[in-house]
C-alpha cells in the first residue's frame, strides 16, 4: 500500500492543473497517506474488500474516467493499468499463489510486440500498482471502461498501450474469466443471456469491448498454425465456436432490427455502435481464418431456422429479386454486404447471376452487338486488339467469327457457342507461361528467393493458382495489358462462362479489396511462408542467420537485392526486430512487388460489373465462382438434368450405352472435353447442370444429318439399307444450343470409338 502513494501523487502532479479537482485529490491522498501509515503497523489487516485504501483507489479509478482526455493520462496511466493484470514478476515471492497458467512467456505471444520502455522507477511502481489492483477483481469494469475512454479520444481508435496490455499481460485470459464467472459458461443455450448483458449491462459491455479489442490484435499477429494450436484464449475448439457463433448472432440482429423497436434503439447506443465495430472486425477476421484453415463445421456461419425464425421465413418467402434488393437496393439492411456468409453459397450465387443478367441486358441494350473476327492462329493478338477496339463497348453483345488456320471463315453463326469458345480459349492462352503475363503459385517457390530462403532446407506445396508475373512492371504497356485481362475475366464472370484457369486466393483477395499478410503467403510460395515461421519460432540468437532487412529477387534472369525499408541493406535482423521483417517480407512478395499489376487487373474487371456483387463471396468462393471446381464432373447430376429430343428416351438403350460410357468408360479429362464439344464449356456450371442454359440435350440423328425431318417408316428404310454409313457417322454439336447429336448407334463399343474421335478432333464451326 505504501508503494502506491508516490504513484499516485506522481500522477496527480504530473496532470494538468484542470484534469482534477485538486483540492478534493489532495484530501483523498491524505486519506490514503493515513491508512497506508496504519496498515504499516497491522500485518494482517488486509483482507477486507471495503478498506479506505480500495475506496480511494475506486475513487480515482473513476475521476481518471471522467478526466481520460488529459495528455498524461493517455500517455502512461494506460501503461500503469496494463500491468495491473500481470501475474508475472519472479522476483517477488511473497504472497504469490503461483498462478502462472498465462505466464508471458507463451509461445504464440512471445514474438509479439514489446511494451514501450520504461524507467526502473517506473517499472517497480507499476508492478506496485498491478500486484494490488490483482487482488481485486471487482476493478475490471473501471479499468475496462478506462480503456475504451482511451480508445475513443485515441487517433484511429488505438494507442501504444493497447500493444503493452495486450501481449504483456495475460488480460485475454482475466477478461476471459471475468466474463464466464459474471454470465456463465458460454454455450448455445446462454447466448441469449450473454448478448443481452453485452448490449444492457454497461459493467459487461466495457470488459468485453476490452476483450473484443485486444484478441482483435492477437488474431491480427497469430499465425494460421498458431492459432489452430493455441486458440488463445480459449481452452477448446467449441469455446471458439461458441464464441464466433455469439459474435455473428449479435452482428446479426444489429443488422435485422426492426426500426423503431427497442432492440434497434439499443443498438443505436453510442456505446453499443462502437462495441459493434470492433465486433465487425473480429467475427470478420475469424472468418476469414475459417476460409484458410476449416476449423468450423458445414454452414457454421449461415442462419439457420432455429437462431433466427422471424427472418428465415420472410427471407423464405422472398424472390431472387427482391433478395437482390438486400444487396442493392435503397432500403437494403446492407445484410449481404456486411456478412454475406450467412446466406448459403447457392443461393448468393442465384442471387449474382440475376444481378449480372439485369447488368448484361442493360448494357446489351446501350453498346448494341459487335462482330468481332479471330484467327485462331493468332488468337491472344486479336482477342487484345478486338477488347482494346472495342472499349466500353465489349461490354455489349458479342458475336466471334473464327478464322482457321486455312485462312478460311467458320460459317457457324454465333449465337452463344463460338463466343463462349473465345472467351475460353483467350483466357487459356492468356494465361499460359509462354506468355509471361502471369505465373503460378506452385512455381513460384522455385523462382522466388529472400535473404531467409536459407533458414530451412524443407519445402511445401503452394497454392497453383496464377497472379501476376512481378517482371512486367519493366515492359512498357504492361498496365493496360494487365486492364485488358482484367476486362476478358470480368466479361466472363458476367456471361456466366467458368474459366479452366484458376487464380492464386491471395489475388482474388484483391478483387475483395481485402489486405494480404503473412498467412495469405502460403498460398503464393508455401516454402517462403515455412521459413519465415521457422524463423519467427528460432530460439538462438537471430543475427547468427546473417539476415538484413533486403530481399532478393530474380528479374528475367538478373538477380537484385532490395530494401524493404530505408536503409534496410545495413540493419540487422535480431531477435527484437525479427517480426518487423518477416511482416516487410510478406508485405513486398503479396502486395509490393505486383502493386501496379494488381491494380490494372481490378480496373479493368471493375469495369465489367458492379463490385459490390462480388464482395458476396469470400476467396475461396470467388475461385468457385471464377474458375469453378477442378473436380471431376457430377455424371449423376449431368444425367437429371439432359433432355431428349427426336426420338431418344432416357430407356434408350443407346441412351444407356452413352452414360455408362461417359460414367464409366471416359477419363476425367476426356468428360471435361465432351462437355467442351457440346457447349464449349471445359467446366460444369456452378450451381450444376440445372442452371446450363438451354438444357444439356441428346439429340437423335439420321445418317444423313441434313434431312432430319423424315417420317418414321423413311428413318426405318434408312437404317435399315445404309447401316454400315450410319455407324461410320461421328457425333457432332450444336454448341449454341448445348446439344449432342448422337447417331443411334448399333453397338456399344462403336459409340465409344466414335465418341472420343469427335471430342479429340478439335473441330471449328463449320455448317455441316
Given at each position: 500500500?505504501?508503494?502506491?502513494?508516490?504513484?499516485?501523487?506522481?500522477?496527480?502532479?504530473?496532470?494538468?492543473?484542470?484534469?482534477?479537482?485538486?483540492?478534493?485529490?489532495?484530501?483523498?491522498?491524505?486519506?490514503?497517506?493515513?491508512?497506508?501509515?496504519?496498515e504499516?503497523?497491522?500485518?494482517?489487516?488486509?483482507?477486507?474488500?471495503?478498506?479506505?485504501?480500495?475506496?480511494?483507489?475506486?475513487?480515482?479509478?473513476?475521476?481518471?474516467?471522467?478526466?481520460?482526455g488529459?495528455?498524461?493520462?493517455?500517455?502512461?496511466f494506460?501503461?500503469?493499468?496494463?500491468?495491473?493484470?500481470?501475474?508475472?514478476?519472479?522476483?517477488?515471492t511473497?504472497?504469490d499463489?503461483?498462478?502462472?497458467?498465462?505466464?508471458?512467456?507463451?509461445?504464440?505471444?512471445?514474438?509479439?510486440?514489446?511494451?514501450?520502455?520504461?524507467?526502473?522507477?517506473?517499472?517497480?511502481?507499476?508492478?506496485?500498482?498491478?500486484?494490488?489492483?490483482?487482488?481485486?477483481?471487482?476493478?475490471?469494469?473501471?479499468?475496462?471502461?478506462?480503456?475504451?475512454?482511451?480508445l475513443?479520444?485515441?487517433?484511429?481508435?488505438?494507442?501504444?498501450?493497447?500493444?503493452?496490455l495486450?501481449?504483456?499481460?495475460p488480460?485475454?485470459?482475466?477478461?476471459?474469466?471475468?466474463?464466464?464467472?459474471?454470465?456463465?459458461?458460454?454455450?448455445?443455450?446462454?447466448?441469449?443471456?450473454?448478448?443481452?448483458?453485452?448490449?444492457r449491462?454497461?459493467?459487461?459491455?466495457?470488459?468485453?469491448?476490452?476483450?473484443?479489442?485486444c484478441?482483435?490484435?492477437?488474431?491480427?499477429?497469430?499465425?494460421?498454425?498458431?492459432?489452430?494450436?493455441?486458440?488463445i484464449?480459449?481452452?477448446?475448439?467449441?469455446a471458439?465456436?461458441?464464441?464466433?457463433?455469439?459474435?455473428?448472432?449479435?452482428?446479426?440482429a444489429?443488422?435485422?432490427?426492426?426500426?423503431?423497436?427497442?432492440?434497434?434503439v439499443?443498438?443505436?447506443?453510442?456505446?453499443?455502435?462502437?462495441?459493434?465495430?470492433?465486433?465487425?472486425?473480429?467475427?470478420?477476421?475469424?472468418?476469414?481464418r475459417?476460409?484458410?484453415?476449416?476449423?468450423?463445421?458445414h454452414?457454421?456461419?449461415?442462419?439457420?431456422?432455429?437462431?433466427?425464425?422471424?427472418?428465415?421465413?420472410?427471407?423464405?418467402?422472398?424472390?431472387?429479386?427482391e433478395?437482390?434488393?438486400?444487396?442493392?437496393?435503397?432500403?437494403?439492411?446492407?445484410?449481404?454486404?456486411t456478412?454475406?456468409?450467412?446466406?448459403?453459397?447457392?443461393?448468393?450465387?442465384?442471387?449474382?447471376?440475376?444481378?449480372?443478367?439485369?447488368?448484361?441486358?442493360?448494357?446489351?441494350?446501350?453498346?448494341?452487338?459487335?462482330?468481332?473476327?479471330?484467327?485462331?492462329?493468332?488468337?491472344?493478338?486479336?482477342?487484345f486488339d478486338?477488347?482494346?477496339?472495342?472499349?466500353?463497348?465489349?461490354?455489349?453483345?458479342?458475336?466471334?467469327?473464327?478464322?482457321?488456320?486455312?485462312?478460311?471463315?467458320?460459317?457457324?453463326?454465333?449465337?452463344?457457342?463460338?463466343?463462349?469458345?473465345?472467351?475460353?480459349?483467350?483466357?487459356?492462352?492468356?494465361?499460359?507461361?509462354?506468355?509471361?503475363?502471369?505465373?503460378?503459385?506452385?512455381?513460384?517457390?522455385?523462382?522466388?528467393?529472400?535473404?531467409?530462403?536459407?533458414?530451412?532446407?524443407?519445402?511445401?506445396?503452394?497454392?497453383?493458382?496464377?497472379?501476376?508475373?512481378?517482371?512486367?512492371?519493366?515492359?512498357?504497356?504492361?498496365?493496360?495489358?494487365?486492364?485488358?485481362?482484367?476486362?476478358?475475366?470480368?466479361?466472363?464472370?458476367?456471361?456466366?462462362?467458368?474459366?479452366?484457369?484458376p487464380?492464386?486466393?491471395?489475388?482474388?483477395?484483391?478483387?475483395?479489396?481485402q489486405?494480404?499478410?503473412?498467412?495469405?503467403?502460403?498460398?503464393?510460395?508455401?516454402?517462403?511462408?515455412k521459413?519465415?515461421?521457422?524463423?519467427?519460432?528460432?530460439t538462438?540468437?537471430?543475427?547468427?542467420?546473417?539476415?538484413?532487412?533486403?530481399?532478393?529477387?530474380?528479374?528475367?534472369?538478373?538477380?537484385?537485392?532490395?530494401?524493404?525499408?530505408?536503409?534496410?541493406?545495413?540493419?540487422?535482423?535480431?531477435?527484437?526486430?525479427?517480426?518487423?521483417?518477416?511482416?516487410?517480407?510478406?508485405?513486398?512478395?503479396?502486395?509490393?512487388?505486383?502493386?501496379?499489376?494488381?491494380r490494372?487487373?481490378?480496373?479493368?474487371?471493375?469495369?465489367?460489373?458492379?463490385?459490390?456483387?462480388?464482395?458476396?463471396?469470400?476467396?475461396a468462393?470467388?475461385?468457385?465462382?471464377?474458375?469453378?471446381?477442378?473436380?471431376?464432373?457430377?455424371?449423376?447430376?449431368?444425367?437429371?438434368?439432359?433432355?431428349?429430343?427426336?426420338?431418344?428416351?432416357?430407356?434408350?438403350?443407346?441412351?444407356?450405352?452413352?452414360?455408362?460410357?461417359?460414367?464409366?468408360?471416359?477419363?476425367?479429362?476426356?468428360?471435361?472435353?465432351?462437355?467442351?464439344?457440346?457447349?464449349?464449356?471445359?467446366?460444369?456450371?456452378?450451381?450444376?447442370?440445372?442452371?446450363?442454359?438451354?438444357?444439356?440435350?441428346?439429340?437423335?440423328?439420321?445418317?444423313?444429318?441434313?434431312?432430319?425431318?423424315?417420317?418414321?417408316?423413311?428413318n426405318?428404310?434408312?437404317?435399315?439399307?445404309?447401316?454400315?454409313?450410319?455407324?461410320?457417322?461421328?457425333?457432332?454439336?450444336?454448341?449454341?444450343?448445348?446439344?449432342l447429336k448422337?447417331?443411334?448407334?448399333?453397338?456399344?463399343?462403336?459409340?465409344?470409338?466414335?465418341l472420343?474421335?469427335a471430342i479429340?478432333?478439335?473441330?471449328?464451326?463449320?455448317?455441316?
Amino acid at each position: 500500500a505504501m508503494a502506491l502513494v508516490p504513484l499516485l501523487e506522481r500522477l496527480l502532479s504530473q496532470c494538468p492543473p484542470d484534469a482534477f479537482a485538486v483540492s478534493v485529490h489532495q484530501e483523498r491522498m491524505a486519506k490514503l497517506q493515513e491508512d497506508a501509515a496504519d496498515e504499516s503497523k497491522e500485518d494482517n489487516e488486509q483482507n477486507s474488500t471495503k478498506s479506505p485504501i480500495v475506496f480511494d483507489v475506486a475513487q480515482l479509478l473513476d475521476d481518471l474516467n471522467e478526466q481520460i482526455g488529459s495528455i498524461f493520462v493517455r500517455r502512461h496511466f494506460a501503461s500503469f493499468v496494463s500491468v495491473a493484470f500481470s501475474e508475472e514478476r519472479k522476483t517477488d515471492t511473497d504472497d504469490d499463489d503461483n498462478d502462472n497458467n498465462h505466464s508471458n512467456n507463451d509461445t504464440v505471444m512471445k514474438y509479439a510486440f514489446k511494451p514501450s520502455e520504461f524507467t526502473a522507477e517506473d517499472r517497480d511502481l507499476v508492478y506496485q500498482f498491478g500486484r494490488f489492483a490483482q487482488k481485486h477483481p471487482e476493478y475490471t469494469p473501471q479499468m475496462c471502461e478506462m480503456y475504451a475512454r482511451l480508445l475513443r479520444c485515441s487517433p484511429d481508435h488505438n494507442f501504444g498501450g493497447m500493444s503493452i496490455l495486450t501481449f504483456s499481460t495475460p488480460i485475454l485470459a482475466s477478461l476471459w474469466t471475468w466474463l464466464t464467472i459474471d454470465l456463465g459458461p458460454l454455450t448455445h443455450e446462454s447466448h441469449q443471456i450473454w448478448q443481452g448483458s453485452i448490449l444492457r449491462n454497461a459493467q459487461v459491455r466495457s470488459v468485453f469491448h476490452l476483450f473484443l479489442v485486444c484478441y482483435n490484435q492477437v488474431l491480427f499477429v497469430l499465425e494460421d498454425e498458431e492459432f489452430e494450436n493455441s486458440r488463445i484464449p480459449f481452452d477448446s475448439r467449441s469455446a471458439l465456436l461458441a464464441f464466433a457463433n455469439l459474435l455473428k448472432l449479435v452482428l446479426f440482429a444489429s443488422h435485422t432490427a426492426v426500426p423503431e423497436s427497442e432492440d434497434s434503439v439499443v443498438f443505436q447506443h453510442r456505446d453499443n455502435v462502437e462495441l459493434l465495430l470492433v465486433l465487425e472486425k473480429v467475427l470478420e477476421e475469424l472468418y476469414r481464418r475459417d476460409v484458410r484453415i476449416a476449423f468450423s463445421p458445414h454452414n457454421f456461419w449461415t442462419i439457420g431456422a432455429d437462431e433466427a425464425p422471424e427472418w428465415h421465413r420472410r427471407w423464405s418467402k422472398m424472390s431472387v429479386e427482391e433478395r437482390a434488393e438486400e444487396l442493392v437496393g435503397q432500403s437494403s439492411t446492407k445484410l449481404l454486404a456486411t456478412m454475406p456468409y450467412v446466406v448459403p453459397f447457392e443461393e448468393r450465387v442465384q442471387i449474382l447471376r440475376h444481378l449480372l443478367t439485369r447488368g448484361r441486358r442493360h448494357d446489351e441494350q446501350r453498346f448494341g452487338t459487335n462482330e468481332v473476327i479471330v484467327r485462331r492462329s493468332h488468337l491472344v493478338q486479336d482477342g487484345f486488339d478486338a477488347v482494346s477496339r472495342l472499349g466500353d463497348r465489349f461490354a455489349g453483345k458479342l458475336q466471334v467469327k473464327f478464322v482457321d488456320r486455312n485462312g478460311m471463315v467458320e460459317e457457324g453463326i454465333d449465337i452463344g457457342g463460338p463466343f463462349t469458345e473465345f472467351m475460353t480459349s483467350l483466357c487459356q492462352e492468356v494465361f499460359h507461361p509462354q506468355y509471361g503475363l502471369f505465373v503460378s503459385a506452385s512455381s513460384s517457390s522455385e523462382t522466388s528467393s529472400s535473404s531467409s530462403s536459407s533458414t530451412s532446407s524443407s519445402s511445401s506445396k503452394a497454392d497453383s493458382g496464377f497472379y501476376p508475373n512481378p517482371a512486367t512492371n519493366s515492359l512498357p504497356d504492361f498496365y493496360s495489358t494487365m486492364q485488358l485481362v482484367g476486362k476478358i475475366v470480368g466479361k466472363a464472370v458476367v456471361e456466366g462462362i467458368v474459366l479452366e484457369v484458376p487464380l492464386a486466393r491471395f489475388f482474388l483477395a484483391k478483387l475483395l479489396f481485402q489486405s494480404c499478410f503473412v498467412s495469405d503467403l502460403k498460398s503464393m510460395d508455401a516454402e517462403l511462408h515455412k521459413n519465415l515461421m521457422f524463423l519467427k519460432t528460432y530460439t538462438g540468437d537471430v543475427q547468427d542467420l546473417c539476415l538484413t532487412f533486403t530481399v532478393t529477387d530474380d528479374v528475367f534472369g538478373e538477380r537484385r537485392e532490395l530494401e524493404l525499408k530505408p536503409g534496410g541493406a545495413d540493419i540487422d535482423v535480431t531477435n527484437d526486430n525479427r517480426v518487423q521483417y518477416i511482416y516487410l517480407v510478406a508485405d513486398y512478395h503479396l502486395n509490393r512487388k505486383i502493386r501496379e499489376q494488381s491494380r490494372a487487373f481490378v480496373e479493368g474487371f471493375a469495369s465489367m460489373l458492379d463490385m459490390r456483387y462480388i464482395r458476396m463471396f469470400n476467396v475461396a468462393e470467388l475461385e468457385l465462382v471464377i474458375s469453378g471446381t477442378g473436380a471431376d464432373v457430377d455424371v449423376d447430376d449431368w444425367q437429371r438434368n439432359t433432355v431428349y429430343q427426336f426420338g431418344y428416351r432416357a430407356s434408350d438403350r443407346q441412351i444407356g450405352w452413352f452414360w455408362d460410357i461417359v460414367r464409366k468408360r471416359l477419363t476425367m479429362d476426356e468428360r471435361r472435353r465432351l462437355l467442351r464439344f457440346v457447349t464449349s464449356r471445359t467446366r460444369a456450371p456452378l450451381t450444376g447442370f440445372a442452371s446450363l442454359d438451354p438444357r444439356f440435350t441428346i439429340r437423335r440423328v439420321d445418317a444423313d444429318e441434313q434431312n432430319v425431318a423424315r417420317t418414321w417408316l423413311s428413318n426405318f428404310i434408312k437404317r435399315a439399307t445404309k447401316k454400315r454409313a450410319y455407324k461410320a457417322k461421328l457425333p457432332s454439336a450444336a454448341t449454341c444450343f448445348n446439344t449432342l447429336k448422337l447417331p443411334a448407334y448399333s453397338s456399344k463399343s462403336v459409340m465409344e470409338e466414335k465418341l472420343r474421335m469427335a471430342i479429340n478432333m478439335k473441330a471449328g464451326f463449320d455448317l455441316q
